[in-house]
């Protein structure tokens, strides 16, 4: 019974919980680890799988929770440089000087978010970039869903001005 | 006129009032090119660009799942199993300790026999008290002798410390 709810709703959302792995460590080999490693612990607590609602949000709870033992084992520190903004995907366009300059403002974007405060980055990469609804955040978050909208409006709030006050445009 | 509608949901994903079909429909309209696009809308195209861009990170390829629930207690126990002869170490530990147990043993053994032979030597010179008394008297007496000896040479020194004394105190 728990290996057919492990298989069936836990193992399809391993991309999701590498890709939050990912961004909370900036580090593919980490979050790889950190994601073995939640699948392992889910397993080894099958016991509570029936009795939980929300199992994708449990799995990436426990994602974000050994991702930050990990930020503070180690002494991350989140480049501000956004020297790894380099290592964003690259833009499919034929025209160098576009794709130096799509660069360029994906590295100032990726600075402005990499420099919120913990919890406003990670409610803005639930909501923004991987699509979560106000209450899977607070779910994952263990918050109010209150909490999570107030976050969230002044995440963008933030977000707004460094843009406006970095001039950051789309191009 | 789209740019009105794209404009008001702008407004309202600032606000944090957006939906999640409204702010899909964002993402969407942002993912495409839009040369005319109005100033306004411009911080909000680099941001739209930049989470189009990290939902779209590379995937590693990820261990089966088997290996995963496999580690666990609750399958059961890997059996790991190897041959007799793969025990060799522990077999020469073993036999490298009885040798030198009984090295030492032997040893112990042969150092305790000269101890008490040496004792019994030192305890049983003479069997009979008289004879034993006449041997003692008999060492003694020569002791005495040789310490006679001595005095003797001892005396003659001190006539010569004596007529040093005098002829220092002249």
Not at chain 2, 57 to 85: D, N
Not at chain 2, 147 to 165: H, I, P, R
């Amino acid at each position: 019974m728990s290996l057919a709810i492990f298989l069936s709703q836990v193992v399809p959302v391993r991309q999701k919980l590498y890709r939050f792995a990912y961004r909370l460590l900036e580090n593919e080999e980490d979050a790889m680890d950190v994601t073995q490693d939640t699948l392992m612990k889910v397993w080894q607590q099958q016991e509570r799988m029936t009795d939980l609602q929300n199992m994708e949000a449990w799995c990436m709870r426990i994602v974000r929770n050994l991702a930050l033992d990990k930020l503070k084992a180690r002494k991350y520190r989140r480049s501000e440089d956004l020297d790894t903004a380099s290592e964003l995907p690259a833009i499919q366009q034929e025209n160098p000087h576009i794709v130096a300059e799509k660069q360029d403002v994906m590295k100032r974007v990726h600075g402005i978010i990499a420099g919120l405060p913990e919890k406003y980055r990670t409610i803005i990469q639930l909501r923004d970039i991987d699509g979560y609804s106000y209450q899977e955040i607070a779910d994952i978050l263990v918050i109010e869903l209150s909490e999570v909208k107030t976050n969230l409006h002044r995440a963008r709030k933030v977000v707004r001005e460094q843009l406006q006050k970095l001039q950051v445009y789309g191009v | 006129m789209e740019f009105n509608k794209i404009r008001e949901l702008v407004d309202r994903y600032w606000d944090g009032a957006s939906t999640l079909e409204e702010e899909e429909e964002l993402r969407s309209f942002f993912s495409m090119e839009h040369p005319h696009l109005p100033a306004d809308l411009k911080e909000a195209q680099a941001l739209f660009g930049y989470f189009a861009a990290e939902a779209d990170i590379p995937m590693p390829v990820f261990p089966e799942i088997g290996t995963l629930t496999g580690q666990t207690p609750a399958t059961g126990k890997t059996v790991v199993r190897t041959m007799v002869w793969h025990h060799w170490m522990k077999y020469a530990a073993v036999l490298l300790m009885a040798i030198g147990i009984g090295y030492g043993a032997r040893q112990f053994t042969s150092r305790h026999d000269g101890v008490l032979a040496e004792r019994s030597i030192a305890a049983d010179t003479y069997n009979d008290p008289k004879e034993a008394f006449a041997a003692t008297q008999k060492a003694l007496a020569l002791l005495s002798r040789n310490l006679n000896k001595g005095t003797a040479q001892v005396q003659k020194l001190s006539y010569f410390n004596e007529a040093t004394d005098k002829i220092k105190a002249n």
